[in-house]
């Protein structure tokens, strides 16, 4: 089992971030070494074959834009050695809810990354608790490695 994960976050508040801070903690506690980047480039990670992309959905369901640049990055990247999984956080009064993760997930695996399992869609306007809510999500995750 890999025990190296990028997480990979997008955020426009910071809730994706405290998710993605909260994820990184439980996994160092398992043993993991994590690399938590905030404002990525492709670059930051190119190394790393194992991504965590904790994103949230801004506007009309877009990518927020510290999220938008590696994205656009990726789209020239050869990323078969590359295995994901997404964890989005979006406003289901939207009819976008949650399609940043839709947008992660097609611009990954167009470019030949693997999902691992289900992303995990957490709706803010239902779950108060965002990272206990990726917490029980977070084996899932683990299973699939």
Partial sequence: MEKSIAII???TLGGAEYVADHLAELLENRGFSVQVENNAAFADVAEQHLWLIVTSTH???DLPDN???FIRQINTEDLTQVR???VGLGNSDYDTFCHAVDK???ALTAQGAALLC???RID???TDDHEQCAEDWLPNFVAAL
Avoid: H, I, M, Q
Wanted: charged fraction near 15%; proline fraction near 5%; aromatic fraction near 4%.
């Fill in 104 to 106: 992660v997930e097609n």
């Fill in 118 to 120: 289900d992303s995990l």
């Fill in 59 to 61: 506007g009309a369901g």
């Fill in 9 to 11: 976050t997008g955020s």
């Fill in 84 to 86: 994901f999984a997404v």
């Fill in 67 to 69: 999220l938008k640049p």
């Fill in 124 to 126: 803010v306007l239902t």
